[in-house]
């Protein structure tokens, strides 16, 4: 399903995102980012637009606009050079909240405490518990909490996707809300979420999920790594290719287009959440996640159960990529960046040094490179360190991701090898401690390294043993498939010129990077 809707007109503001510089020019500017290192050439009506952006710029604020500017913000957005927010000032939609429980007798009531604590209006919202065919009294602690709670009981216990398929059909709310049982809702929830539906394309919407429980080495690491735990940056998504999702225990969809997807898979126990994601997305429909609209997870916080999560979670994975063959793992990543790391990679083994000033003369090469392209793309010139310095940056998240995705699904592999081969040992250690020091310095948890990495490595290795399992039950391995090359669209936009002609000088858009 193609979306025709981009010249729709609705109201918020586009910001201009802080990574990003304008450098103006004789007939217009440049769009320069330097992680990772895009630079794009724009005309004078693009150039001032996005000069309003700095500011934070409302089309409707009569400050006079451009043809096709709409389409315009939109490719900027999709890019990530610009942000939309919505205005907020919509008359808040009806919303239907479903909260699927079983066995939970001891829980729901705390979560549907601070579901009635919300700050929505109360005409505006209608919460509905879906008893999954529970064994204890969870069905009564429901409706003591008040009669403003629906309770729907089901004989059999048919997993949460079908709890939630049932609350689905029961809802009179035009968007429909999850959240779990064993979560606390914030008491803005629905204020920061619901204001993204302003724009008619977004048919989900998926908020942060923080942890409950703080305490213990476990908790910390939750706190800083959990799998629901999307991020602290918007991540918009409209394309087939993209890998997005968003968790059930924290998500806000449109009814009917969740019903127009086919509901929640009831087949699947686990991956039912990115199974409706990349089934919406399928269907044209554009996702968002939104780091607002919080809600506390009361994660696992023991070690066998916490990580038995992971292995059922990687078992997942090939049913998803099976089903879904549009997505694949695809690394956008020059031949530079690959000599450059193998080159690392070798000194670690063997002639250290002759490697060294190998990678180093592969990093000044692409510099000149990427340095006399800009220049002869956009007319400026940039000085040779500073494009030295983001050729560098882009050397280490092509290592970052691809060190992440040897230790997500061969970190067992890397043990066996260790042992055969003893003298590559650096290698294979380096590979492993590379992108967990990075992922480390980047979330800054409350651990120290030595625990964060051994918690960190049990997660790999639960979640790969379950990924190995399930592929060998199904006799297919494609979710191991890995590309290299020009990265296809995850989230962005058609090229500047395609999507807003007059606007753009240069068919090429900023390329998307996942948050």
Partial sequence: MVDKRTTEKFPGTFTLVPAVRLIEGEAGGVILRLSPLKAVKVNGAAFKILKRCEAGFTPEDGTGGYPGQESFLDAMCAAQVVRWTPSGEAAPPFVTIIV???????????????????????????????????TDNTAEVARSCGDEIKVLVQKKNLGQSAARNV?????????????????????????????WFEDPRIALVGGFVDSYFRESRLDRYEEARSPLNMGKHVFLCHSTDSDFYVPT?????????????????????????????????????????????????????????AFKRRFDYGTSEPILYDRHREVTKRFPCRLSALFFLGSCCAGLVARPLFSLFFAMGVAVSAALRNRSAIRKKTGIGLSFFTILGATLKNFEATGYYLGLHFVRYYLLLSFALMMFFPSAAPLW?????????????????????????????????????????????????????LSFGKKQKRGSAPGLSAASPGLASCPSALGRRRQ
């Fill in 429 to 481: 250690l380096a590979l492993v401690i590379f992108p967990v020091a990075l992922e480390y310095g980047k979330l800054r948890p409350r651990l120290s390294f030595p625990v964060f990495m051994l918690y960190f490595a049990a997660e790999q290795v639960f979640y790969q043993m379950g990924v190995f399992s399930m592929c060998c039950t199904m006799r297919s391995f494609r979710c191991y498939r």
């Fill in 167 to 195: 609350g689905i059909a029961a809802a009179a709310g035009e968007i429909v809300a999850f959240i779990d049982s064993d979560c606390i809702a914030d008491p803005n929830w629905l204020n920061d979420l619901t204001p």
């Fill in 100 to 134: 699927p429980v079983f066995n939970r007798a001891g829980e729901v009531g705390e979560c549907l405490k601070s579901l009635l604590r919300l700050n929505y209006p109360p005409d505006r919202r209608e919460i509905v518990v879906v008893d999954d065919g529970s």
């Fill in 249 to 305: 225990c924290n998500m806000l969809v449109r009814k009917s287009a969740c019903l127009m997807a086919g509901g929640l898979d009831e087949s699947l126990r686990v991956g039912e959440d990115v199974d409706l994601c990349w089934k919406l997305k399928n269907l044209g429909h554009r996702l968002v996640y939104v780091p607002q609209g919080s809600v506390r997870h009361k994660h696992r916080n023991r070690f066998w159960p």
